[in-house]
Every structure is written in C-alpha cells, then in structure tokens.
C-alpha cells in the first residue's frame, strides 16, 4: 500500500501536464476528487446523418466503442434558426433563440454590416447576450467558440481572437519547455501536419482540375493545416490542462470537419478524413478527465448543426445572386439610381474568411471590418454568406412592393425560398405557392422534415428579428438540391433537413427521455447537473 502511494505520488510529481500547468500559470485546484465537473465537445457541423455515417465506417473509434460498451448514448439535436454556431451557441450560452437572423446581417440601429467571426461584431452581440441571460460557462474555460459564454478564460475564440493575443500569451521560454516536455506530441502533431499537408496539396491540384478558382484553393491548404491540425491541437491541449487544474466547466470546439465539408461537401472523404483527429483529440480529453484528481467529470459531446450537399447559385444561373436580385429590384425600379452597393459581391467561402480572422492582427481586421461595414439606407444592401440572406431595401418599402418583389425573386430570380413579414404573420413563397409559413410549416419545409414545427416557429422568429432584412431569401427546396449563396459545396444557415439535425453524445447517467433535445434543452440539463439536481445514485431521479 505504502509503494502504491510512492508511485502515485511519484507520477504526479513527474507528471507532464502538472509542470504544463506549472510554467502556464494554472492554478491547481484544492476541490475533492468526487465534486462534478463537466466536459463540453462541440463538433462543428456534423449532422446526426454523418455521424452515424462516420460510425459505421471507423472513423469515430473511441466514441464508437463508448457508444457499443454502454457509457453513452446519443440522439437528434436541432440546431435552432438560423442554424449556425452563434445562433446556437447564443441559446446554449445564454438562453436567447435565434440572437441573430444569419451569420451575415446588417445591424439597423448601426446601419453597419456584421460577420459573426469578426471580434468586433462576436463582441457586440456577447455583450448583448451578457445582459439577456445567466451565462453558462461562468468560472470555466472556453476555446475556439464564437462566444466566451461568461468563461474566466477564453482562447481561440472570436471575441477574443486576434494575433496580438495569441502573441502576447507566449513566452519563448516557457514555449521552449513546454516542446521538451512533451516532444512525443510535438512529433506526432509534426508528422499529422505533413500528411495533412500532401492531402491538402492532392487536393488543391485535383481542385483546380475540376475549375475551381486557383488562388481560393491555394489559401485552402495552409488554412486546411491550421484549422485541422494546429488548432485543433492547441485546443485539446488547453482542454486537458483545464481539467488537470479542476476548472469546473470546460467548453471545446473543433472546426475542422465544418470546414472541410463547406469546401468539399460532408458526405466527402477529406471532410470525413477530419474526424479521425477529432475522435484521437476527444480520446485524449476524456482520459485527461477521467484521471483527474480535481473532480469527478462528465463529458458531453454535440455538434451545433448539420450540413447540406449544395450547389453554388452562381453555377447553376450563370450570375452571382446579389446582381441577380439586383438587377431584379432596378427593373421594377427603373427610376432608382444603380447605385452599387457599398458591399462586396464576391464574398469568400466561410472557410478562407474564418481562417483569415484567426490569424490576422487587429488593427487589419478592424479596418477590414470598417471597410465592408457601414452601409447606406438610400439603396439595397443584401447579405447572402451561405443559404441564408437577407434583403435590405431602401427607404420605407410599402408592403405590396414587397409582395411584388419577392414574387419577382421566386420567378425571375429562381430563388427557392422568400419570406417576409406581413402584419403578424410570415408569407412564405416558394415555387408551389404562397403559404402562412407557421400554419402551412409543411408546405415550405417538406413533410418529412424531422423538426418542421420547430424550424417553422424559429424561422419565423428570425423574420421578425430586429436586424433582419426585409426580405428573408432560402436557398431551401425540400424537392430539389438545396443552392448557397456563397461558393461551396457544403452549407448550413438555413432551415434544411441536414442542416438543422446534428446530434449530442450523453454518458447515460445524464441522459433524458427526450426523442431530441435543443439547445436550451442542454443547457438546463447542464445547469440542473452543476446545481446538484441530478442524483449521482438515482439517474431516474433527474427532474430530465
């Protein structure tokens, strides 16, 4: 007994992640081994359908055999409208649906343009988000989400993301110990970023080929390296020092599939190729908990949302859709000055712009920010990043000029899905007819919609947002590929079937009887857990 306590006490002394800490400056926590914590994995983008997929195929390993041995179960998560990571995670974080109306907006008080990955705008509506709602990550770590959700510490995040922070929170001492202490994972990660990188050059080539645009697939490579591998590494390194020290809560995101499936679509191979890096990262972490001597740690693995297979408007009418609708709004406004609007038209993939956001300094990104952002009301503006946009139209539109324009929008311009705002209910329009959206919900999404009811009802919600536009236009067609408004091949913002079902990996002693769960659903099991409401004896005691 007397040795056994020797080795453990010798192993904790010689441990690599103690010292990490030490020369890090993590506190160690004093908490008893057998105080909750609990563990949060977001998978960005993988749709309940591609999971299982992964599942199958043995791309998911650890999770697959936690799944088969009992430990866990999963089930549909909805991701809310418009299904994107601040939309959810403004409802898990802090308890507000659909807090905003797409990725891409327009702030109307501000009459500034917003992307939801800029610091400034990530900041903005966290401050908001702040004053609505109990934050949910209060006194936890975060890293590499949108928003910090109240965390004492958030890295890689968007509202904290700028390469002066990163630069300023590295000590090239410190930087040179830490790589001696853990040498084994620098050359594995090494020799992951050299296969990654031949992966990313055979498709950067085979990119080309099929006609896409040289330069968009050049920057893919470093970006597909630094989203897939390094920071992927770096957060799962955080991740574990966090509950090495007992940090009560701790939230983790890894980009790398989402990314991967908006450029090559989430059924692919390269998109599906990332998942195995994700499930190694989620090994480690949940090894890292399950052998901490802070607390006693339950670990929660979910995506925000799904994706859709999609096809690029551009390539299938021959016109980028903002000059479409542009054109539109100028033929039954002949009068109207063709103003062209102070926006850019050939928006970036989300791919290249979020990787751009990580990695640019603050003063680039503010004047990026400033150039794209003010926006006139004298003329239309149109935001349209992915299959979600919104149409802003000058002065004070009377309601038959809506009508008639977004008649217009469905018949000339081929858009799938237009919504508007009329009185107090939505009209939605779509090549079948014109339908009350939350009355006749099946009519516009499909009857084989899984979350129909739900979708129409957030749907609408994002319609009367105070920032949405005018017009709301959908790349939605429950009987057609889906289309985006943006370059790419996978896409998520919208209402779809793939887009709105991701999934949520439970350990069964949390578990609900829920045939799905939402975001806010999530968030009070995760509030009912750190408040002690969940019996660690009785799991069918839980008020879940």
């Not at 001492?173 to 090494?190: C, D, E, M, N, P």
Request: net charge positive.
């Amino acid at each position: 007994m007397h040795l056994m306590r020797t080795v453990q006490w010798f192993r904790k002394i010689a441990s690599r992640n103690k010292w990490s800490m030490r020369l890090l400056g993590l506190p160690q926590s004093d908490t008893a081994e057998d105080v909750p914590g609990l563990v949060l994995i977001q998978i960005d983008g993988l749709s309940m359908t591609q999971f299982q997929k992964a599942l199958q195929a043995g791309r998911l390993p650890f999770l697959e055999k936690q799944l088969r041995n009992g430990r866990w179960g999963y089930k549909p998560m909805y991701s809310g409208m418009p299904s994107t990571t601040p939309a959810f995670q403004g409802e898990l974080f802090y308890g507000v649906k659909s807090c905003v109306p797409a990725f891409e907006f327009i702030s109307r008080s501000e009459q500034k343009r917003h992307v939801s990955f800029y610091p400034q705008t990530a900041n903005r509506i966290g401050d908001r988000l702040e004053k609505s709602g109990t934050p949910l990550l209060s006194g936890g770590h975060t890293y590499a989400t949108i928003f910090t959700g109240g965390a004492a510490q958030a890295r890689y995040c968007s509202q904290t993301m700028t390469l002066e922070s990163i630069a300023s929170a590295v000590n090239p001492l410190k930087l040179v110990f830490l790589l001696i202490l853990h040498t084994g994972k620098f050359v594995r990660i090494l020799g992951v970023t050299i296969i990654e990188f031949f992966l990313a050059v055979t498709d950067f080539f085979r990119g080309v080929v099929q006609g896409r645009k040289f330069i968009k697939e050049l920057v893919f490579i470093p970006a597909r390296i630094l989203i897939c591998v390094i920071l992927r590494e770096l957060v799962s390194f955080r991740t574990k020092l966090a509950v090495g020290s007992g940090v009560p809560i701790v939230c983790a995101s890894f980009l790398g599939y989402d990314e991967q499936a908006h450029r090559r679509n989430p059924d692919s191979m390269f998109a599906h190729w990332s998942l195995k890096g994700i499930d190694d990262s989620i090994k480690d972490i949940c090894k890292a908990a399950d052998q901490s001597d802070c607390r006693k740690y339950k670990t929660i693995i979910y995506s925000d949302h799904g994706q859709e297979t999609v096809t690029w408007y551009g390539s299938r009418y021959g016109i980028p859709v903002k000059e479409a609708i542009r054109n539109a709004f100028y033929e039954l406004n002949p009068d109207e000055k063709h103003a062209h609007s102070g926006s850019y038209d050939n928006v970036l993939d989300g791919l290249y712009k979020k990787a751009r956001a990580l990695i640019m300094n603050r003063r680039f990104s503010e004047n990026l920010q400033k150039d794209s952002g003010p926006v006139s009301g004298d003329k239309i503006e149109i935001t349209t990043m992915g299959p979600l946009g919104h149409v802003y139209l000058p002065g004070t539109p009377t309601r038959d000029f809506i009508s008639r324009f977004a008649q217009t929008l469905i018949r000339s311009v081929h858009i799938p899905l237009v919504l508007y705002r009329d009185d107090h209910s939505i009209v939605a329009m779509n090549q079948h007819g014109t339908f009350d959206l939350e009355q006749q919900f099946l009519m516009v999404l499909g009857k084989d919609h899984p979350f129909a009811a739900q979708t129409a009802e957030d749907l609408a919600r994002v319609c009367r947002h105070p920032d949405a536009g005018d017009i709301v236009i959908s790349g939605w067609d429950p009987t057609d590929t889906p289309l985006s408004f943006n370059i790419e091949s996978g896409a998520h913002g919208g209402p779809g079937w793939e887009e709105t079902r991701g999934m949520v990996v439970l350990p069964q002693y949390l578990n609900t009887k829920k045939t799905y769960l939402r975001a806010r659903d999530l968030r009070h099991l995760i509030q009912d857990y750190r408040n002690g409401y969940v019996s660690h004896e009785h799991p069918e005691n839980s008020q879940l």
